[in-house]
DNA sequence: GATTAAATGCAACTCACTTGCAATTAGCTT
DNA sequence: AAGCTAATTGCAAGTGAGTTGCATTTAATC
């Protein structure tokens, strides 16, 4: 998993380590906010840009993946092992599942045949009530 | 159409009546800035924040929707009339194409049977290349 | 241990969107 | 047609996520 940085000419630096143990603790969707505040609590507190920074480069190398909700920020959750999948939310509570599913194989090809696009990625994300909001 | 806005109390204001008026007249949801900007060219000057404010209104009362592809951005469309699609985006150059397709029907059940919420809506978008951007 | 490119932290910035408030206006009512 | 009132507007100022510039620090290599 280091690999991938190692590959891409980054190094294994304290802060990074740091934000890279968040996320292996972390198996639902975070916000920057979120490593923030989790780095400051396991004492290991890191700048807010640094944060950001490293969102984006471990995006960039592949390690994480963003979600987005429209809640006016992103989150990012590891990739390493995971199999694709997309998640759900609640209305109420704000609440994230996993779904460990995606039924978009075919619907893929049926997109790039009828708009011309070669599809790249999709977005799917589901919204609701959860069992104890409802 | 017009008849949501009465029962919801509102008035048609000058203002309201040319922002719904940008609307009909495009196919592709659209961003608050680039409303704003087409009320200008139109000699209709609005400002932003009026715009803003009845975007969040007309969402309300459920005459447009909103759709966002992460850019930071929200954009919004009519609903009058128009089947519940969806849409994809070309990474090239940001042009956005309707999908008049949804596969959710089915899965929707999926995801209840297997999360215990209740789905009330979801959100899909494609990104790929568009032919002029391959 | 010296070297150096990458990374960090701080401060300042951008950009989408929101809020407070005084002035205006649509849509009654008489 | 004039008056009334709640809804709406525009302006100014604020919020909050994310970015940029730059001097300092640090990991990895020589």
């Given at each position: 998993m280091l690999d991938s940085l190692k590959a891409g000419g980054k190094k294994l630096t304290k802060p990074r380590r740091a934000i890279l143990k968040i996320f292996q603790e972390s198996a639902l969707p975070i916000t920057a906010a979120e490593v923030h505040e989790r780095l400051k609590r396991a004492h290991r507190t890191v700048d807010l840009v640094t944060v950001y920074r490293n969102l984006a480069m471990l995006k960039e190398l592949g390690m994480i993946e963003s979600v987005g909700f429209h809640e006016g920020q992103m989150r990012y959750e590891v990739r390493h092992g995971r199999q694709h999948h997309h998640h759900i939310q609640c209305r109420g509570c704000g609440r994230i599942a996993d779904?460990?599913?995606?039924?978009?194989k075919k619907l893929t090809e049926v997109v790039e045949r009828r708009t011309r696009f070669v599809v790249d990625s999709h977005a799917l994300e589901f919204f609701g009530w959860c069992p104890e909001c409802r």
């Open positions: 779904l460990m599913l995606c039924p978009l």
